[in-house]
């Protein structure tokens, strides 16, 4: 079980993959030469987990589903175990129709991480990480840098990053989630992609060199 994970959940009885992530696992699988096809485990995990997703609201890796992987991929299971244990991006245990993945290194503590962690406990209720709030909307997760350094601190929902965050963005996000409102990712100040604040300073017009 991941770490804080509820107490008690249950585990499926069984898991079949369905016929989107069939095609998904078709195209993955093919990416390998004959006897590599281990190599897209990543990817069938990814696969399992959004089709939990789709189907249940919970975006999560049961066991059967990693049994179901390693028929396919024709691998032992405890491999498929070992890959999901050590990536921070597969999900042991039901979440939250809301992951909140909140970056708190280094760049995004010093422009104010905390008081957005602050913000999603104030608004959710969540003391802890890895939890469900109680209307099964969200669940929270620390997680290491998200690669997005510049327009920190970020707070990843799902697959969407809102970047540029502080304690008001954040609280307002997650309001507009609760009434099924899904805003635009980006940033959340403005910025135009990761131009500096106020707007680019540089190559603002575009010329172009007449062919000789």
């Given amino acids: 079980m991941a770490e804080n994970a509820p107490a008690a959940f249950v585990q ?124 099964g909307l969200f669940t929270m997760t620390e997680v290491e840098c998200v690669g997005a350094c510049v327009n920190a601190p970020i707070l990843q929902v799902n697959d969407d990053f809102y970047e540029d965050m502080d304690a008001e963005k954040t609280r307002a996000l997650l309001e507009a989630l609760k009434r099924g409102e899904i805003p635009t990712p980006g940033s959340m100040s403005g910025r135009q992609t990761s131009a500096p604040e106020g707007g680019p300073t540089t190559l603002t017009t575009l010329t172009f060199a007449k062919a000789e």
Avoid at 83 to 97: D, H, Q, W
């Fill in 12 to 135: 499926p009885a069984s898991f079949a993959f369905d016929a989107a992530s069939e095609a998904e696992i078709a195209m993955h699988v093919a990416k390998y030469p004959p006897g590599k096809q281990a190599s897209a485990v990543l990817a069938l995990l990814d696969v399992a987990q959004r089709q939990m997703g789709r189907t249940t609201g919970s975006a999560w890796v049961p066991i059967k589903a990693m049994d179901e992987i390693a028929r396919v991929l024709a691998m032992p299971p405890i491999r498929v175990y070992e890959v999901a244990t050590f990536y921070l991006m597969y999900n042991l245990a039901p979440i939250g129709k809301f992951h909140l993945q909140l970056c708190t290194t280094t760049p995004c503590w010093l422009r104010g991480s905390d008081e957005v962690v602050a913000a999603c406990r104030d608004v959710t209720g969540l003391k802890g990480w890895k939890e469900i709030s109680e209307d």
